[in-house]
């Protein structure tokens, strides 16, 4: 498997609502096969693939590792966005699990020659010609603010506590739009936060668990694996823990 993989961090302005841009290239001379882990973040992907339109898709979270095939010389970019980005910026909700198929947008071009820079500078563009319209209930921001300052290591009581917002209407909200209840995107945001020091083999807990039983039931619940098995599987499998994913 040889995956071309590089990121870029959002500017400033769109923290609130983007994780981080990406590019992915195949140039194994074959289809490569992988698996992919809940990321806590709304994926949307433009496929550009050898004599074919691009197309643009846009994922809603998981709740389960994905097997994912990309095929030889085909292009992604990428966009993981924060969840204040689902009713403010792409205006929807996403059901867990779901994925649609977006319209190609006017003032719009990639190839698979476009630099990861070149795509970051066209969505960072049109993303911030949004901002100026919105108009973002302050509860929502507080909310997930804490959410991913607290990389997942904290609990709906304290988050009602320091947003003045109802556990109920929270979850309420959360399953509405997102598709999981709060509890269950606390549990995937700390796993994915945990990912880095699983891929150095690093297999202690950090912050985001109670002890080495909570690390391991967690991690097996989202990958069927313990740390030690997605480490020793990270360059056949597990294409977020792998020497080949790079930049």
């Known amino acids: 498997m ?27 001379g074959t289809h490569s096969q992988y698996t992919i882990f809940p990321d806590a973040g709304i994926e ?41 980005a689902v009713e403010y910026l792409l205006k929807t909700t996403l059901p867990a ?5 977006l319209d190609h947008p006017e003032r719009f071009e990639l ?8 795509f970051v500078e066209i969505m960072s563009v049109q993303l911030q010609e949004q901002l100026h319209s919105l108009n973002i209930d302050p509860r929502k921001q507080k909310l997930l603010d804490w959410v991913y300052r607290s990389k997942g290591a904290i609990s709906v009581h304290q988050l009602a506590l ?6 109920r209407q ?7 739009t997102f598709g ?8 995937q945001l700390a796993f994915f936060s945990s990912l880095p020091q699983i891929g150095a083999g690093d297999f202690y807990p950090q912050g985001y668990y109670y002890d080495q039983s909570h690390f391991i039931r967690q991690t097996k619940k989202h990958t069927g694996n313990t ?5 020793q599987q990270r360059n056949v499998r597990f294409v977020q823990l792998g020497d080949d994913y790079n930049e």
């Open 170 to 176: 929270i979850n309420r909200y959360f399953t509405a």
């Open 227 to 231: 740390p030690k098995q997605l480490y």
């Open 97 to 101: 699990n779901s994925s649609q198929e």
């Open 44 to 84: 949307w992907i433009c496929s550009i693939l050898p004599n074919q339109p691009p197309r643009i898709d846009i994922f809603g979270l998981s709740t389960h590792g994905l097997e994912i095939t990309i095929p030889d010389q085909a292009v992604l970019f990428g966009v993981r966005f924060k969840l204040l």
């Open 162 to 167: 320091e947003t003045g917002w109802a556990a």
């Open 111 to 118: 190839s698979a020659q476009t630099s990861l820079d070149d």
């Open 2 to 28: 040889l995956i071309h993989y590089s990121d870029h961090a959002p500017s400033e302005r769109l923290q609130d609502f983007v994780f981080t841009f990406w590019k992915t290239q195949n140039t194994s």
């Open 180 to 187: 999981l209840p709060l509890k269950e995107y606390l549990e």
